[in-house]
């Protein structure tokens, strides 16, 4: 009992002189501030459960949206795959295409082949055939009258037709009409003939006057009635076409092209059908020596056009060449 009223009054002059009371304060006041630390920690976990939330949330919709393009591209993938398959598809069957006409087309070349040998072959034995025929027939046509042979070894035919001529022509082959040669009294005369289709190169020359008229104008006067009579001359001129190849560059490799010239233009100078026909009539049916070619020309177009000796040399090439299937044909 007096240990509790010795307590007692401890206590009480502790709270009288307020030691205790501030003890109490200063702990109240740290009690405060750690559950306001307290307090300020529960929510900032509060806030981080809901940030953690809002970025599981967006993580979940990322997924399923994630999940959602997943399908999508299996789906596209399965229809790019199917598409290639039938490209490959129809790539091996062009590919099959394309062997079975090159296989064809080597069969056509080689029968052509064949068929051009055994044509060449066919034109020899014409040829041959033909040149015997002609043979023969100068052998039939042969006689003592147009060959070394004596008049014993003619034919009957030969001998009479020899005779029947002789009767009745003169030595020379013609009847003997006791005229004098040319026009006959009498005889309308048969001048040249105008071409038909004459077109004038410029304008018609007036002829002078006669020297009766110069000398007496007072006695003549013009009929109105003309004669014409033409000169026709040859004029020559030199053409020349340009062909124009454009150049093309390629966008992503910077590669240039040109675009290509035709065959007949495959040089920087060409010379045409008409110069080449020129060129091998000259030399060959009017056998003009190649040289003398080549200036008849650089004198013709005054230098522009320069002939060398191998190109005319090599036009009798070229037209023989093509015109291998004309001589097929017609010998």
Known sequence: ?????????????????????????????ILSQRVKRQKNTLENKTQIIDTKN????????????????????HDLSEAQKKIIKEQ????????KRYLKAEELLK??????????????????????????????????RTDSSNSGKTSASDSEASRAKRHKSRSRNTGNGRKAAGRKLGGQPGHKGHPRSKPAGSVL??????????????????????????RTHLVYGITLMVNASCYVSDQWINKKTGKKIYSPFPEEAANEVNYGPSIKAAAALLNNYCNVSVRKTSEFFSELSNGAIQLSAGWVSGLKHEFSVKSKVLRVTFC
């Open 1 to 29: 009992m007096d240990n509790t009223c010795y307590l007692l009054r401890q206590k009480i002059e502790k709270l009288e002189s307020g030691k205790e009371f501030q003890k109490l304060v200063k702990e109240n006041e």
């Open 54 to 73: 809002r970025v599981n949330n967006d993580l979940r919709h990322k997924i399923s949206v994630l999940r959602d393009q997943r399908d999508e591209y």
């Open 201 to 226: 190169s410029g304008p018609e020359i007036e002829c002078p006057e006669p020297k009766e008229v110069l000398e007496h104008p007072d006695q003549w006067k013009k009929t109105g009635r003309t």
């Open 107 to 140: 069969q056509s070349t080689e029968q052509n082949a064949s068929d051009q040998a055994q044509i060449s072959d066919q034109a020899k034995k014409i040829a041959e055939l033909q040149n015997q025929i002609y043979k023969l027939q100068i052998m039939l």
């Open 88 to 95: 490959k598809e129809e790539i091996a069957y062009s590919q």
